[in-house]
């Protein structure tokens, strides 16, 4: 005689449509305060624009044969989508709402590799000033989880600014020489292929 299976039991034939649906705003759902959640999804939004900045920067420096250069702005535009990613996460773990927003294009010329690190030290320079904005506001609503997050995006920055500060100090010792330009260009190609 031919037994049956067994099917496995499944807590969601024994929960009604409605109480579901009340958990989901229900007592037991972790929030964050509607402002940090407004303000994180705007650090979404800056993340990706800085990314989108970034592959924009990757393409006019490959346009000029600057293919180190190329190489060190896709690795950063890489950097910053992992950025948005670990916020969407952390919104995502916090049962908060993801809100996408478009991305203003970013600029697509420079007037030379200098004004382009300049750009992009500015642009993390902003950025840091709206993470720090965002950990004194977690700090002021006792939002201790996106507090905790914003610290690793605080010390994430010191990293960024240096970086495109070093970068910046060493096209200025460069200067108009062509051929240490080069040098440095093919150094940071090496370095990209070497973290990639």
């Known amino acids: 005689m031919r037994r049956a299976r067994a099917r496995p039991i499944s807590a969601r034939r024994f929960v ?25 999804n705007d650090q979404v939004n800056n993340e ?10 990757a393409t006019w420096f490959d346009s000029l044969a600057l293919t180190g250069f190329s190489a060190w702005m ?18 995502s773990d916090q049962d908060a709402t993801i809100t996408l927003k ?25 950025n840091t000033e709206q993470i720090n904005d965002i950990y004194e506001l977690a700090v002021r609503q006792q939002d201790h989880a996106t507090e905790v997050m914003m610290q690793w995006f605080i010390q ?21 020489d062509r051929g240490a330009l080069l040098v440095l260009d093919a150094q940071l190609g090496e370095r990209s292929a070497a973290t990639g």
């Open 48 to 57: 990706l624009y800085s990314a989108y900045m970034y592959l924009g920067m």
């Open 74 to 91: 896709q690795a950063q535009c890489v950097e910053e989508l992992q950025h948005a990613q670990k916020l969407m996460q952390f919104l």
């Open 16 to 40: 009604s449509r409605e109480f579901a649906a009340s958990q989901q705003k229900g007592p037991f759902r972790m929030t964050i305060p509607t402002d940090v959640e407004t303000a994180l």
């Open 102 to 126: 478009e991305i203003k294009a970013p600029p697509a010329t420079f007037d030379d590799p200098l004004a382009a690190l300049e750009t992009a030290l500015q642009a993390e320079q902003d």
């Open 156 to 176: 994430e920055q010191v990293e960024e600014e240096r970086s495109a500060r070093t970068l910046i100090e060493r096209v200025r010792l460069a200067g108009n």
